[in-house]
T-cell receptor, first 115, second 112 residues
Framework: DAGVIQSPRHEVTEMGQEVTLRCKPI?????LFWYRQTMMRGLELLIY????????DSGMPEDRFSAKMPNASFSTLKIQPSEPRDSAVYFC?????????????FGEGSRLTVL | AQSVAQPEDQVNVAEGNPLTVKCTYS??????LFWYVQYPNRGLQFLLK??????LVKGSYGFEAEFNKSQTSFHLKKPSALVSDSALYFC??????????FGTGTSLTVIP
């Protein structure tokens, strides 16, 4: 199994530009999570999907952030326009429904730097 | 509120000594508890989980964790620390809505 695949691994952009982060979950997993990690705030859950449907997006910081999951094998997290305070490592993770017993599998993350 | 807490930001231990990374939880109902490890510039990796049954759970890389219901704790342990165990460790709980709530992390340094 290839694991959760994220791209790009690194992104450097200028303030005001659009950023799109991509994620391919593990095949057969029906939950997909987007997290953001910073030194100041640790790991924050941004949004999660179940069977491609957004379940809870209360962690999305503001309207500049949006996430989609058009099918079971692909999700995007978009920031438009980006700001320096969005600089962080963004993780995608997936899980299979097993009551609540299944663990999360993380991708390697996308490190975003907004200048 | 349901959550986990990691009271120590940093733990230092000498190579070969036993290590403990602490986690306490506050969960209504049955707790589903997890430990993850994060190496520099990598994603989080699953170490072990407690769902039910034996209070001592064994996981990857020689780690184990002890579930203590009376103390609402789920401490991560290893009998003999390796330098390569130096990393960031996260305790997590899976909530009723299938969300995962992570602790703030504990940085473990194993000193040669």
């Amino acid at each position: 199994d290839a694991g959760v695949i994220q791209s790009p691994r690194h992104e450097v952009t200028e303030m005001g530009q659009e950023v799109t982060l991509r994620c391919k979950p593990i095949s057969g997993h029906d939950y997909l999570f987007w997290y953001r990690q910073t030194m100041m705030r640790g790991l924050e859950l941004l949004i999660y999907f179940n069977n491609n449907v957004p379940i809870d997006d209360s962690g999305m910081p503001e309207d500049r952030f949006s996430a989609k999951m058009p099918n079971a094998s692909f999700s995007t997290l978009k920031i438009q326009p980006s700001e320096p305070r969005d600089s962080a490592v963004y993780f995608c993770a997936s899980s299979r429904t097993s009551g609540r017993t299944g663990e999360l599998f993380f991708g390697e993350g996308s490190r975003l730097t907004v200048l | 509120a349901q959550s986990v807490a990691q009271p120590e930001d940093q733990v230092n231990v000498a190579e070969g000594n036993p290590l403990t990374v602490k986690c306490t939880y506050s969960v209504s109902g049955n707790p589903y508890l997890f430990w993850y490890v994060q190496y520099p510039n990598r994603g989080l990796q699953f170490l072990l989980k407690y769902i039910t049954g034996d209070n001592l759970v064994k996981g990857s890389y020689g780690f184990e964790a002890e579930f203590n219901k009376s103390q609402t704790s789920f401490h991560l342990k290893k009998p003999s620390a390796l330098v390569s165990d130096s990393a960031l460790y996260f305790c997590a709980v899976r909530l009723t809505g299938n969300q995962f709530y992570f602790g703030t992390g504990t940085s473990l340094t194993v000193i040669p």
